[in-house]
């Protein structure tokens, strides 16, 4: 198992079961509608990597690692990556405002009463999903991804 980062004293290691139930397991079903009024449903994907991020547009860390989502998803477009935003404890409108001012093209999904966040056991923004092209999540990170190279090592488990 690969160790990138640091947590306090410990080493963050990548795939490793014992950081969540849902890692080596099927994605939980996701399904709702985005903040564009499109219905979305994550079984689409399937085939592709995928990037599930749950934000809101009042958390600052989630603000400040929007555009490292942007760019990996740009940077990973050849081989497939697709980015899923979770809306988590927030408004629509305020989250629109972000998304546009960030101009994040991918699907936000709405989830006013927390009925996608509660199986994937989101405690709090950000939280971001790696699930690869099988629908199996590879890893998660809780809180918020630092810089480019630590989101690299985590998406290299999902753009195989």
Not at 103 to 121: F, L, Y
Request: hydrophobic share 45%; charged share 25%; with cysteine.
């Amino acid at each position: 198992m690969r160790r990138i980062g640091r947590r306090g004293d410990h080493a963050r290691r990548i795939g490793d079961p014992d950081r969540s139930p849902l890692i080596g397991k099927p994605a939980p079903a996701l399904a709702g509608t985005t903040l564009d009024g499109a219905p979305f449903d994550l079984a689409s994907l399937r085939g592709s990597p995928v990037l599930v991020n749950f934000w809101a547009s009042w958390c600052g860390p989630c603000r400040d690692e929007f555009p490292l989502l942007a760019a990996a998803e740009k940077r990973h477009a050849a081989e497939g990556l697709k980015v899923v935003g979770i809306l988590f404890k927030d408004d629509a409108a305020p989250a629109r405002a972000f998304v546009a001012d960030e101009k994040a093209d991918w699907p936000t999904v709405a989830d006013p009463g927390r009925t996608i966040a509660q199986p994937w056991a989101v405690l709090a923004p950000p939280q971001t999903y790696f699930i690869d092209r099988d629908g199996i999540v590879r890893d998660l990170q809780i809180g918020q991804v630092r810089d480019a190279a630590e989101l690299d090592a985590i998406l290299a488990a999902i753009l195989k």
